[in-house]
């Protein structure tokens, strides 16, 4: 061997095949875009990568003068099933209006946990993530979002030792703060299926920390479905439901936004104020995880006479839950008290369940 | 240093070997006058020499490198994977609507929007077998402008043949038709200002319509893969992240002909079958299986054409189509409750366009000709009512104005 090959041409074998070697790594990294050292940052347990999609994650968003990106984060733990994490943007520009300086400011957090406890701020949270113009999520996975925020349900193996389901959500801020105002803008998550996504990368990473991660990762690679339909200020009749009539004059200053129309999930805000007030937020949950939120909020017996299934009727909120076809459905209201909303709240119910194909819930309705 | 090294070897082998190359010319070293004048180490005979050579060598093997790295991701030269309809199918996927037949032409006409985008993309890919089959490829945004009497768009890519892609997509297949709408959000149709324009779609037909009333399942789910295929391409293409899975698991059976009783005309319980329009012995009736967004009852199809279609639109973005169209007729128009729909019925066909829960839904009864204008009027309540019950969008009562 050592005669065949002397120590010189030995030398170049090993340089030649490493050269080689070198080359065709270098090739495959090229052609897959994958980098081992790319000094690249990551956020919210790994989950997120420094220019891997949306603005808020890439360098375009550092371009300005003092803008630096921070973020925090606490992971979850099989002891404590709670974390989170924030990414946030700051930014100073000279106003060149009047000479003072803009501060822009963004920042997006990610919270792992289970769903508020005391039921009055858990319907306002289930319908803040639920209602208004969110959209289900992608593949069947339990979950909302509008784009700006999101809310995902995981899976049983991730629940409270007290049965309750443990989630995922995402929420938003963006503004520019002037000198003399402050004014809201778009936080860069890219969209609502960028915030699927980012929601359920998030989502895969806290499960592997609270070791509850299903043996396949969740997914949200099929199209997120869009709001069909914009507000409508001009109407009678709200959400195309029959008994959320209106008068003419009283809608004036009105407006409503159809949400979600599935077998799962529905809602319908009315607004007063040209939009800017709650005049009603009511929405129908029959996904059994999302429902599974409800659970222990919905009372013990009938929230009033006539009415079927057990319900609450709060100063705030309603909400009754009733057999639909085999699953629990819940419906809700949320509303300030100031004005009597029994009579809308039990329109909802019945033209709802009777869409959905299950017996009346409020009192007087009929069924198909 | 090597190369040094390696010439006093190989002076030390050639000295051993061979003798002859003595026809001298003095400048020129011996032992490499025994060697051809292509070697590489009379080539290069000095340090200088061998620099330039190296270096050229190095450049045209980088150049070779990187022109092949280049080729390798932009898929052309050697590494060309012959991909039909604007790059969407492989040839497998072409192969697999040709029963594996692999030398299939393709001809197309790029994707591409008119200047103001008035009309939506469109575009055309040409499939063509040198037997004969061809399959026709469009993308293009349905015009809701057109009339759902006798357009031939709806009558064959909403006819009952066609089966539900499923899981919420606006689109069907059959054996020889099948068609899929662009998804809204990322690109089709957007919300806001073109909330009242048709769905993009792409659609493929084979060459000829077939009038048998069975489905070729096989065949119905490679067109169903290709259009998904295609539609995934198209929506990669504009950037677009998401991608639609396979549809073909989640599909129903094809349809079967229908043993239609006569109080349940086209399976609808309640809506009694008209005399006149009893199976004379041929013909069939045969309904859309699976959920949504479209189902169609077709009766007597003859050369492509129902004698009597019933059909329910139930997504939104599909029955904008009969939007306009619900419009006219104004003086027949049905009466509804006010805020429920409108409608009109005329002697061959009766139209309404309801305000449901989930947005617009088109109910329509078309026959192919007016000379049953009665039967029409029978039928267009009752179908409605029961309908409109199905898709929970009761209780829905049309009533007619007086004929005349």
Partial sequence: ????????????????????????????????????????DTYCWGAWKEDSGPDFLSGDALDEDNAGRTSKETAPTPRRQRGRCTVALHSERADSSDGGKVVEETEITVTYGPAPKSAAERMEWIGGYLGDRSMPLPDGLPGATDGRQALLVLPEGCDTEDGRPTTVTLDSMARSVYSDNTMSGDAGLGGSQSVARLLVAAANRAMEKADCAPAKPLEADSPMPTLPEDDEDFFTRACRIRGLEFSEKASRDMEYQVGTVTRDLQSCSVRTDHGNGRYFDALMVAQPRLSALFDGATGSKAPARGW????????????????????????????????????????????????????????????? | MNDSENEDRNENSSDNSSDNGSESSARVPLHERRRPWWHWQRVARSRPRLAVIMTVTGALLGALLGGAGVAWRAGVGPFADDRACWGALAQDDVAALFDGKRDIETSEVPITSDRIGSEGPSGECRLTSPRGR???????????????????????????????????????????????????????????????????????????????????????????????????????EEGCTSEIADPVRRMSGPPRALDEKKDAMCGVKGLRLPAAFEHEGRGATVVTRG??????????????????????????????????????????????????????VRDDMGLFQAECQTGQVTFLVRAEDGRRPGDIRTILPRYVAAEADRIGCGPLRVTLPASG
């Fill in chain 1, 1 to 40: 061997m050592k005669q065949l090959m002397g120590g010189a041409r030995r030398r170049a074998v090993l340089v030649g095949g490493a050269v080689a070697v070198l080359v065709a790594a270098g090739a495959g990294t090229w052609a897959t875009d994958t980098w081992p050292f790319d000094g690249k």
């Fill in chain 1, 308 to 368: 079927r299934g057990t319900g609450v009727f709060a100063d705030d909120y309603k909400v009754v839950r009733a057999d639909c076809a085999g699953r629990p459905l819940n419906v809700l209201m949320l509303a300030p008290s100031a004005h009597e909303k029994t009579p809308y709240f039990a329109a909802f119910a019945n033209a709802v369940t009777r869409r959905v194909g299950c017996a009346p819930v409020a009192p007087g309705g009929s069924s198909r």
């Fill in chain 2, 134 to 236: 061809r399959i026709t490829v469009q993308a293009h945004q349905l015009d809701t402008g057109f009339g759902g009497a006798g357009d031939r768009w709806a009558d064959e890519f909403l006819s009952a043949r066609l089966t539900p892609l499923g899981d919420g997509l606006l689109g069907m297949a059959s054996d020889t038709r099948a068609w899929l709408a662009v998804p809204d959000g990322c690109i089709g149709r957007p919300s806001g200002v073109d909330v009242n324009s048709g769905p993009t779609v792409i659609d493929m037909e084979t060459g000829w319509t077939v009038y048998d009333d069975e489905v070729d399942t096989e065949g119905r789910d490679a067109l169903a893969r290709a259009v998904v295929k295609l539609v995934n391409h198209y929506m990669a």
């Fill in chain 2, 291 to 344: 959920g949504g967004p479209v189902r169609t009852c077709d009766r007597d199809v003859l050369f492509g054409h129902p004698e009597l279609r019933l059909m329910t639109i139930e997504d939104p973005r599909l029955a904008m189509l009969y939007d306009r169209l619900s419009h006219d007729g104004a003086k027949d128009q049905v009466k509804v409750g006010e805020q429920d729909g409108y409608g009109f």
